[in-house]
């Protein structure tokens, strides 16, 4: 940014921004191990030992929690899938009553049409085969 242009009021949220993102960059690659810079790959670039074979990285790849956690207990476990059931049931838009008695009556009657045809086909079968084999 130039010295003699005047900055617009949202310049300085955009700048912290960046710079908040540039902070959080360099801490995630300072606790990964991995080096600064965008594409920068050491290491890995092809760079050979006297033997000739690559050098290793000697050491395993971090997970991406961050490490081993402490064990959670079964109740905790039920408590946080409890409450995240009901976090999502808020979500769900219930069907008004007229809509449900609606929904209802048509399942219903598309269920027994459903059954009927099924059972004139097995019926018709059933005969074929007892004609046919008689």
């Given at each position: 940014?130039?010295?003699?242009?005047?900055?617009?009021?949202?310049?300085d949220?955009?700048?912290?921004?960046?710079?908040?993102?540039?902070?959080?960059?360099?801490?995630?690659?300072?606790?990964?191990?991995?080096?600064?810079?965008?594409?920068?790959?050491?290491?890995?670039?092809g760079?050979?030992?006297?033997s000739?074979?690559?050098?290793?990285k000697?050491?395993?790849?971090?997970?991406r929690?961050?490490?081993?956690?402490?064990?959670?207990?079964?109740?905790?476990?039920?408590?946080?899938?409890?409450?995240?059931?009901?976090?999502?049931?808020?979500?769900?838009?219930?069907?008004?009553?007229?809509?449900?008695?609606?929904?209802?009556?048509?399942?219903?009657?598309?269920?027994?049409?459903?059954?009927?045809?099924?059972?004139?086909?097995?019926?018709?079968?059933?005969?074929?085969?007892?004609?046919?084999?008689?």
């Amino acid at each position: 940014m130039s010295e003699d242009r005047e900055q617009e009021p949202g310049e300085d949220n955009e700048q912290e921004a960046r710079s908040s993102r540039a902070d959080r960059r360099e801490r995630r690659s300072a606790r990964s191990g991995t080096p600064k810079g965008r594409g920068s790959r050491a290491g890995v670039s092809g760079e050979t030992k006297s033997s000739g074979t690559t050098e290793a990285k000697g050491r395993p790849t971090p997970s991406r929690d961050g490490g081993r956690q402490a064990r959670v207990s079964v109740f905790r476990k039920i408590g946080r899938f409890l409450r995240e059931v009901v976090a999502e049931l808020r979500k769900v838009i219930w069907p008004t009553r007229k809509q449900l008695v609606t929904y209802t009556a048509v399942v219903l009657v598309f269920v027994s049409v459903m059954v009927a045809f099924i059972a004139g086909l097995d019926l018709a079968f059933a005969q074929g085969v007892r004609w046919l084999f008689g």
